[in-house]
């Protein structure tokens, strides 16, 4: 059955939860490891929902199993994300949503959900931010850009930000330039400071997103072609043209 399990009893009070789930450029993901690494976030609970592969990762040096689709907590932070391994299928995206945003209104978590806008960039890609209840008036109070243009989410990312609104529950999305053919650290950088920083009042260090910059690159690269296979179908924002 469809589930979250969670493994500890901690003090939350209206989280919110930045969403790392793979897509264009990688940017949820990349920023959202760096988060759970910079914050030395706990493994707080456990995905079993709908349209995510039936696998388990390990880590080196270790022996335990973990699931691909993870929630880390920073309990004195009031901050959740969720850290996934794994592309979630893009068919299964209705059910995998209506599992987490259950979860979501039982905890009464914000989810920040994180897509890449495939284009080329200039020196710092733009984001911008879009949301549903009180989350349009949070991203108004930190003055981010609304998109220049018509756009679309597709992808699970999509999917739950569209299952949060249908809740009528608070939810951002937050959209950011990235390159669609590889890894984009910065672009990732560029999400943590110019909206979860000043959205969450967390203090976030991203040096080492810009030193590690080829490394990170080099790492996520084979999961980045993956998700280029589903191109049509993962998480990402595009533009719908004037008349779409």
């Known amino acids: 059955m469809a589930h979250v399990e969670t493994h500890a009893d901690l003090e939350l009070e209206s989280p919110d939860l930045v969403e790392g789930l793979p897509g264009v450029g990688l940017v949820g993901k990349i920023a959202t490891d760096h988060i759970v690494q910079t914050l030395d976030m706990d493994h707080y609970a456990s995905c079993y929902c709908e349209g995510i592969p039936r696998a388990v990762v390990y880590e080196s040096g270790a022996r335990s199993l973990r699931p691909p689709v993870r929630i880390y907590a920073d309990e004195s932070r009031d901050?959740?994300?969720?850290?996934?391994?794994?592309?979630?299928?893009?068919?299964?995206?209705?059910?995998?949503?209506?599992?987490?945003?259950?979860?979501?209104?039982?905890m009464d978590a914000t989810p920040l959900c994180l897509s890449g806008l495939a284009q080329k960039q200039g020196d710092v890609p733009q984001?911008?931010?879009?949301?549903?209840?009180?989350?349009?008036?949070?991203?108004?109070?930190?003055?981010?850009?609304?998109?220049?243009?018509?756009?679309?989410?597709?992808?699970?990312?999509?999917?739950?930000?569209?299952?949060?609104?249908?809740?009528?529950?608070?939810?951002?999305?937050?959209?950011?330039?990235?390159?669609?053919?590889?890894?984009?650290?910065?672009?990732?950088?560029?999400?943590?400071?110019?909206?979860?920083?000043?959205?969450?009042?967390?203090?976030?260090?991203?040096e080492q997103l810009?030193?590690?910059?080829?490394?990170?690159?080099?790492?996520?690269?084979?999961?980045?072609?993956?998700?280029?296979?589903?191109?049509?179908?993962?998480?990402?924002?595009?533009?719908?043209?004037?008349?779409?």
């Open 210 to 244: 810009v030193e590690q910059a080829e490394e990170i690159a080099s790492a996520k690269e084979k999961l980045a072609k993956q998700m280029q296979e589903a191109t049509e179908e993962s998480s990402q924002a595009k533009p719908l043209g004037m008349y779409q």
């Open 79 to 106: 901050l959740l994300t969720l850290q996934s391994d794994v592309p979630v299928s893009p068919e299964r995206a209705p059910d995998f949503s209506t599992c987490l945003a259950g979860w979501f209104e039982e």
């Open 127 to 206: 984001v911008f931010g879009i949301g549903s209840g009180e989350g349009a008036s949070r991203l108004d109070d930190i003055g981010l850009d609304t998109p220049p243009e018509n756009g679309l989410i597709s992808g699970p990312t999509g999917a739950l930000l569209a299952e949060v609104g249908e809740l009528g529950h608070d939810g951002i999305g937050l959209v950011v330039e990235a390159n669609p053919q590889f890894p984009d650290p910065e672009a990732a950088r560029a999400l943590v400071l110019q909206a979860i920083e000043p959205l969450t009042g967390i203090d976030i260090p991203t």
